[in-house]
């Protein structure tokens, strides 16, 4: 993105989504006045950074945000209004989309979630981050058949819309060929394995104990739901080994249950799923 030169009237930016933001660069968007965000979740301002955040700033940030959500969630998108994507890079958001998805992100819309948009383009999804509670290594369980995110956030919206819907399966089933393939994954998984080396070793030096489940937190450590302690050696892996093969269960399990039903996404974008209308 642009650079922000201090008095620029038009200036690029970048927000996030937290839990846990800085009340000093929050914003006050349309998901959050429309309680269409999750509860005590915020939108705040990344960059500019805090120094720079004047009165102008947060302003021009929080009023373009709320303009392109408006759009977004407008009643007459179901009649087939567009203008929401004269200010979103929806392929960014395919693509975003996908990799949140096929990797169990549970966080998405929810926290470590990056938008930013530059001058001279759209507003665009990413970068991705934050990708310590894939592949169902949450303290509640991530179903590995059915999808984590088609209603999440703005998906929910962005579902509705035949264009934004097809391009997913499309670039699902392409990604899939290549990057995203059972091979290329499995690969390199054991090329980072090998890369790692002794590294494994000293760290589990230094934190083996998280694998004992009783002496972590709740939020440390997986189970049949929050707070329960019944089961917990099933879901809990209890040294390297273990964990790298409920990762590798995870993703392979949710790949091959998305292969099965990418298309039924096609739902969402159904007039009849929403309401009473008849389908032509």
């Not at 660069?25 to 120094?51: D, K, L």
């Not at 209004?81 to 996908?98: C, G, P, Q, R």
């Not at 088609?150 to 962005?158: E, H, I, N, V, Y």
């Not at 040294?239 to 739902?267: C, F, P, S, V």
């Amino acid at each position: 993105i642009s650079e922000y030169e201090e008095g620029d009237m038009v200036m690029s930016y970048m927000i996030r989504i937290e839990p846990h933001t800085d009340p000093e660069r929050q914003i006050e968007n349309f998901s959050f006045y429309t309680y269409r965000m999750e509860e005590q979740r915020n939108a705040e301002i990344i960059y500019p950074g805090r120094n720079l955040q004047n009165d102008y700033v947060k302003a021009y940030v929080q009023t373009d945000l709320n303009e392109i959500e408006r759009k977004l969630y407008a009643a007459e998108k179901a009649d087939g209004s567009h203008a929401w994507k004269e200010e979103i890079d929806l392929d960014s958001f395919v693509n975003y989309y996908i990799l949140e998805e096929f990797f169990g992100i549970s966080d998405t819309f929810s926290a470590s979630t990056y938008f930013y948009r530059d001058t001279r383009g759209k507003l665009t999804a990413g970068p991705v981050w934050d990708f310590n509670n894939a592949f169902d290594n949450f303290f509640q369980p991530v179903e590995e058949k059915g999808f984590v995110l088609a209603q999440r956030g703005w998906f929910g919206q962005m579902m509705r819309d035949k264009e934004f819907t097809e391009k997913v399966i499309s670039r699902y089933r392409s990604l899939r060929k290549g990057v995203l393939s059972d091979e290329a994954l499995l690969q390199f998984i054991d090329e980072t394995v090998e890369y790692l080396g002794t590294a494994i070793d000293r760290n589990y030096e230094v934190w083996g104990y998280s694998f004992d489940p009783y002496s972590v937190s709740a939020r440390e450590r997986r189970s049949e739901k929050e707070g329960s302690n019944e089961n917990l050696e099933r879901y809990n892996p209890g040294n390297y080994e273990e964990a790298l093969e409920q990762l590798k269960d995870y993703m392979l399990g949710h790949a091959h249950w998305l292969d099965e039903n990418i298309e039924t996404l096609r739902q969402y974008c159904h007039p009849s799923r929403y309401n009473a209308q008849t389908i032509e």
